[in-house]
């Protein structure tokens, strides 16, 4: 059941109905109820699964925080939760990259089993795994009751596909209830109108059938109509899941919660080290602070810094799918980290303005990102071999088509736009506030995004990081 379908709204006004309508003690059950009911519409078999990690790793939380001695309860919750996401995510891979290396050799036989992918495993299993690591560490010091666990584990709005939640900020919140407040109802529906505008207006209508017609072999074979897809790409995946987000954290405002922010325009980024504080933020934190540091982060030396950073964004890569191309994909993001400490930049803060001295690394560290978007959109590695073999073919018999370089000019300035409206928009929703018409153009507004959305409702699809 997907954000942007009619379904889901039928859905979600039921879900307020009875959140609203029963009394406050009943908001919990109400949500972790209506949070398994989301997740059984997608496949009810693998209910049992997200209920079986649930219950084991609560079971392993429990004993851990009892316990004097809490690493085998910690390797016990990382074993069984990776290993969960390890067969049913990797194993195709692994039979079909080294198995048959033993079967041309023994004369051995293997068949590459069909597994579906459980919608959300990727997110949730990095969520658990947090919470697991947190309480050893000491930063949780009681449990939570199995149903407070349960929520923060399946909290529907955020369950497919983030933002990955810590439950330092997300289970004092459901300790003390859904706060709806106007401004948070106010700004949730305005992140709604938002994201669903990103996702079906811009992602799933403008760019999407222009980049799965070249990326599928089905336009010309030359450089224009190439640059334009890996443009057009770049700005899809981060409309579809910058979307998709702000719908999550919009339907988590309506019920009282607040969500973190997950994109700060990624593409405004001057630096690779940039990039991954704008970029699917709550992710790039994750790794940061479950991987890169506990293998030693900057602390032991520079050829160990470098090989941290490496090793990091190799399993980022690798967590976005099971597929060589990602963890290039993953490799090329680590390159640049390293490259970037290796030439002695240093980070800038992401508060930092933008000035006109930032476009050259703006625009050079921008198509660095679109030519690496490559590996992570081509079906397999010799596709994207080709597709850059195209990029450089400048014959070009066809001519340019102009309507796409509009469509990539207009997210050009849409990208901009959105850093402006976003450090500026506490106070236009407080001018609002104050003037008669406000409300009147505000409702205008929201309503215009949603009618179009829905007038070219239709043509698009999944959010592409459910896939992950």
């Not at 030439?343 to 690394?361: C, E």
């Amino acid at each position: 059941m997907l954000f942007n379908t009619f379904q889901f709204a039928v859905f979600l006004i039921f879900v307020l109905l009875f959140y609203y309508g029963l009394p406050r003690r009943f908001q919990a059950a109400v949500l972790l109820g209506s949070s398994l009911v989301f997740y059984t519409l997608w496949i009810p078999a693998y209910l049992v699964l997200l209920l079986a990690e649930i219950g084991v790793n609560y079971a392993l939380l429990r004993g851990m925080l009892r316990s004097e001695h809490r690493r085998p309860y910690l390797i016990a919750a990382i074993v069984f939760t990776l290993g969960l996401l390890a067969y049913f995510k990797y194993a195709a891979m692994i039979v079909e990259s080294f198995i048959p290396l033993l079967g041309g050799s023994f004369g051995w036989g293997f068949e590459i089993p069909e597994i579906f992918l459980p919608l959300g495993i990727s997110f949730y299993s990095f969520q658990i795994l947090g919470l697991s690591i947190d309480a050893y560490r000491g930063q949780l010091e009681e449990p939570p009751s199995l149903g407070r666990y349960a929520l923060f584990v399946c909290f529907f709005p955020q369950l497919i596909a983030g933002p990955i939640l810590r439950g330092s900020e997300f289970l004092p919140q459901l300790g003390r209830g859904g706060e709806p407040t106007w401004d948070r109802t106010r700004r949730g529906l305005w992140l709604i109108a938002v994201g669903l505008g990103k996702k079906v207006i811009i992602a799933d209508f403008l760019l999407a059938p222009f980049v799965d017609m070249v990326f599928h072999e089905h336009a010309p074979p030359v450089a224009a109509f190439h640059w334009l897809a890996l443009y057009s790409f770049a700005f899809q995946i981060y409309f579809d899941f910058s979307g998709y987000t702000d719908m999550a954290r919009g339907i988590a405002l309506l019920l009282g919660f607040e969500l973190p922010l997950n994109f700060k325009e990624p593409y405004l980024s001057r630096s690779p080290s940039e990039f991954w504080r704008r970029w699917h933020i709550t992710l790039s934190r994750w790794l940061a602070d479950y991987v890169y540091i506990p293998l030693g982060g900057n602390r032991r030396g520079t050829t160990r810094t470098y090989s941290n950073l490496a090793i990091t964004m190799l399993l980022g890569g690798l967590w976005h799918g099971a597929s060589w191309n990602f963890v290039i994909w993953g490799g090329l993001h680590g390159l640049l980290l390293v490259v970037h400490r290796l030439v002695g930049r240093k980070n800038v803060d992401t508060q930092t303005p933008l000035g006109w001295r930032d476009l050259p690394k703006v625009i050079a560290f921008f198509n660095l990102v679109c030519l690496i978007w490559v590996f992570f959109r081509a079906p397999t590695l010799d596709l994207a071999l080709l597709y850059f073999e195209r990029l450089f073919s400048f014959s070009n018999p066809y001519g340019v088509p102009y309507i796409q370089v509009a469509v990539v000019a207009l997210c050009i300035g849409l990208h901009f736009a959105e850093r402006s409206l976003r450090l500026r928009a506490p106070a236009i929703r407080e001018q609002l506030a104050g003037r008669w018409w406000g409300g009147l153009a505000e409702g205008t507004a929201l309503g215009a995004v949603v009618g179009l959305a829905i007038l070219v409702a239709g043509v698009g699809g999944d959010f592409i990081y459910f896939q992950f």
